[in-house]
């Protein structure tokens, strides 16, 4: 029979996200990607990193959420929304450490999912009817606030995208369908609509596939890195 007990499940759950995160052999691939914007990194690197300033980081802090809870749950984003301005001082100089040297505080990339059901038909018994929202470090968010607050205009979508980013929605990209679909049949014309969904689309991203197209924009390597 299936798991019971709340330690059966989340063992259940576990190795179900472990597989799937693990599902792709891209290490190697990524590997050589690092080392080769290791080599494209010079000298006046540096004077991309230091953009990060306490001011920066202070107004990257502002779009973080109020109540973003940390994952360690012993804090939440209002702590450092009300924090003085030594301490910005002092994530500034720790952001920009990071970009230098190329890596992030391990413990600071520690996560936590929270299995949450898609409803509808879906069957409540099947780990597929889940979807993982992952709880992460505040100061991890802070960090992406303050690339896309200096670096963010570099990084462009498609104007037919009307997910994950500002200003747009469903509601958008619905009007938008309802239109064309509205314009063939004022003029008799059959509309033929085609829809593509990607199973775990986001889990199975492949990490080089994306640093690859990060490479081709004019983000600093040293920030893509």
């Not at 940390?70 to 929304?81: K, L, N, P």
């Not at 609509?193 to 596939?209: E, H, I």
Request: proline share 4%; charged share 25%.
């Amino acid at each position: 029979g299936g798991a019971t007990g709340k330690e059966a499940i989340s063992e259940v759950f576990r190795e179900e996200y472990k597989n799937l995160y693990n599902s792709h052999h891209d290490q190697e691939e990524m590997e050589i990607l690092t080392k080769e914007m290791e080599g494209e990194v010079k000298e006046d690197a540096v004077l991309e990193v230091a953009r990060i300033t306490a001011e920066a980081v202070q107004s990257a802090m502002r779009k973080v959420k109020p109540g973003k809870g940390d994952v360690t749950g012993s804090y939440t984003s209002d702590a450092i929304r009300n924090c003085p301005p030594l301490f910005f001082k002092k994530m500034a100089e720790m952001f920009r450490s990071w970009l230098y040297h190329g890596t992030v505080t391990p413990s600071l990339l520690s996560c936590a999912y929270l299995p949450v059901f898609k409803g509808g038909l879906k069957d409540p018994a099947s780990c597929s009817s889940y979807r993982a929202l992952a709880g992460t470090s505040v100061i991890l968010k802070l960090f992406d606030y303050t690339v896309l607050q200096i670096w963010g205009d570099l990084l462009t979508s498609d104007s037919l995208q009307f997910a994950y980013k500002p200003n747009t929605s469903c509601s958008q990209a619905s009007w938008l369908v309802m239109e064309v679909a509205d314009y063939y049949r004022r003029n008799d014309t059959p509309c033929i609509v085609t829809l593509l969904d990607c199973k775990q689309g986001f889990d199975r991203c492949t990490f080089p596939a994306i640093f690859s197209k990060l490479r081709k924009t004019k983000l600093p390597v040293i920030v893509t890195r």
